[in-house]
């Protein structure tokens, strides 16, 4: 799992309120990347990092925050959550496995907004 | 825009058959092509991995191919078992800037049966 943890695991709040979900790794990789899943989609890139405090959008950023102070921690923040983003959400570090970039995702976190 | 797309949507199949699921792609410019499997309830699991000048790499029993001219790739699973009942999804992943930015397919649902 090369060593990614996410938390919660699973969270329910109410539209308006915000929520932090965090990821942290312990192999001190560069790239860190927050996806969601929903069904009819596939995963959906809403923001990544390539080292502390770089960040970059993905194609579903909007309503989403990230921050990276830290090389283990990525943290993503609904400033106030909406029922649209009630969702699977997944972490993922890229590592060069055999010369090869690969990415390794965590267990995710499911999030419910009522 | 870059799209990834899998066929078919859901599979159904006996235990011990083989199968094969397809992977449409538009992206472009071309970095590598991955298959990950992902069970219900955990992150996805990367299964192969091929850049531009691979057209094949194995897996145990599975077998993805590689043609970077039509720009489709197939998982080949043999000898199916009841454990390869998952999702599979086909990630095409573009360079951009020093990131790898990966564009994911829907998946293919497989169930297999007893």
């Known amino acids: 799992d090369a060593g990614i943890t996410q938390s919660p695991r699973h969270k329910v709040t109410e539209t308006g309120t915000p929520v932090t979900l965090r990821c942290h790794q312990t192999e001190n990789h560069r790239y860190m990347y927050w996806y969601r899943q929903d069904p009819g989609h596939g995963l959906r890139l809403i923001h990544y990092s390539y080292g502390v405090k770089d960040t970059d959008k993905g194609e579903v950023s909007d309503g989403y925050s990230v921050s990276r102070s830290k090389t283990e921690d990525f943290l993503l923040t609904l400033e106030s959550a909406t029922s649209s983003q009630t969702s699977v959400y997944f972490c993922?570090?890229?590592?060069?496995?055999?010369?090869?970039?690969?990415?390794?995702f965590g267990p995710g976190t499911r999030l419910t907004v009522l | 825009k870059n799209q990834v797309e899998q066929s078919p949507q859901s599979l159904i199949i006996l235990e011990g058959k083989n199968c094969t699921l397809q992977c449409n792609y538009t992206v472009s410019p071309f970095s590598n092509l991955r298959w990950y499997k992902q069970d219900t309830g955990r992150g996805p699991v990367s299964l192969t991995i091929?850049?531009?000048?691979?057209n094949t790499k194995s897996n145990g029993r599975y077998t993805a191919t590689l043609d970077a001219d039509t720009k489709q790739s197939s998982l080949h699973i043999t000898a199916s078992q009841l454990s390869d009942s998952a999702s599979y999804i086909c990630v095409v992943s573009v360079l951009s800037g020093g990131s790898y930015i990966p564009t994911f397919g829907r998946g293919t649902s497989l169930i297999v049966h007893p």
């Open positions: 993922a570090i890229s590592a060069t496995s055999g010369g090869l970039n690969e990415q390794f």
């Open positions: 091929m850049t531009f000048s691979e």
